[in-house]
């Protein structure tokens, strides 16, 4: 099974909602990357966990809160987001290397989750 | 700062053709380079992958080249078809140290049947 799942696939919010997004794996891989793409722009890197402890915050706004449950589930909470947010939201999965630090494999990426923010 | 740039922005080819896609990074210590395609809306799909000590990465019809010292990596796609339409990125990771990949600006194919 070398699929990334992603709920849900669409989400309109106001400005002064919390709501999350979710992201799971089952390949095993213990790194797992939150993205964030807006139109006819390449993805950039948000966070990137690494046996469930997050090793990467790219400067992101304190209103993204990641999660990591356990080694399949990945969540990104949201709460008073700007309608500058509205993106398509990527989660990505990889095996990390030894010590923790980046592996030699590829990345999976999930379908993403397309985010509106009124 | 590592920049990654993909020329041509679009490209427009009848079914069948052979094409080559452009791939130029600044910082030439590179770890690996990866070649994704993304379909409208969609997530990333891996096509290919190449470690900075490889030169070049072939699956199916695609072949992908990299050369570290000109800052350039090349994707191949042989007798195009229409279902290969969709944009193709590039993305470099930096140093063995970091997850963090750059990518490109994506090249948007179509090819028409």
């Known amino acids: 099974d070398t699929e990334v799942t992603q709920t849900p696939k669409h989400l309109v919010m106001g400005m002064t909602n919390k709501k999350s997004l979710k992201c799971e794996q089952h390949m095993g891989h213990r790194a797992m990357y939150w993205y964030k793409q807006k139109a006819k722009k390449p993805p950039e890197l948000m966070f990137v966990y690494s046996y469930e402890k997050l090793s990467i915050n790219e400067s992101v706004p304190s209103r993204f809160s990641p999660e990591c449950p356990n080694s399949s589930l990945l969540n990104l909470h949201l709460h008073a987001l700007q309608p500058e947010d509205s993106a398509l939201y990527l989660c990505a999965s990889s095996h990390p290397g030894l010590a923790g630090g980046p592996g030699l494999e590829t990345q999976y990426f999930g379908p993403g989750t397309r985010l509106l923010v009124l | 700062k590592q920049e990654v740039t993909q020329i041509p922005a679009a490209l427009s080819v009848p079914e069948g053709e052979n094409l080559v896609l452009n791939c130029s990074f600044t910082d030439s210590a590179i770890y690996n380079l990866q070649w994704f395609r993304q379909d409208p809306g969609k997530g990333l799909t891996s096509l290919l992958l190449i470690q900075s000590s490889q030169r070049e990465q072939t699956s199916g019809r695609l072949n992908a080249s990299l050369d570290k010292s000109s800052g350039r990596s090349t994707l191949y796609i042989a007798a195009s078809q229409p279902g290969d339409s969709a944009t193709y990125l590039c993305?470099?990771?930096?140093?063995?140290?970091?997850?963090?990949?750059?990518f490109g600006t994506g090249t948007r194919l179509k090819v028409l049947a």
């Open positions: 993305a470099v990771r930096r140093t063995s140290g970091t997850y963090k990949y750059i």
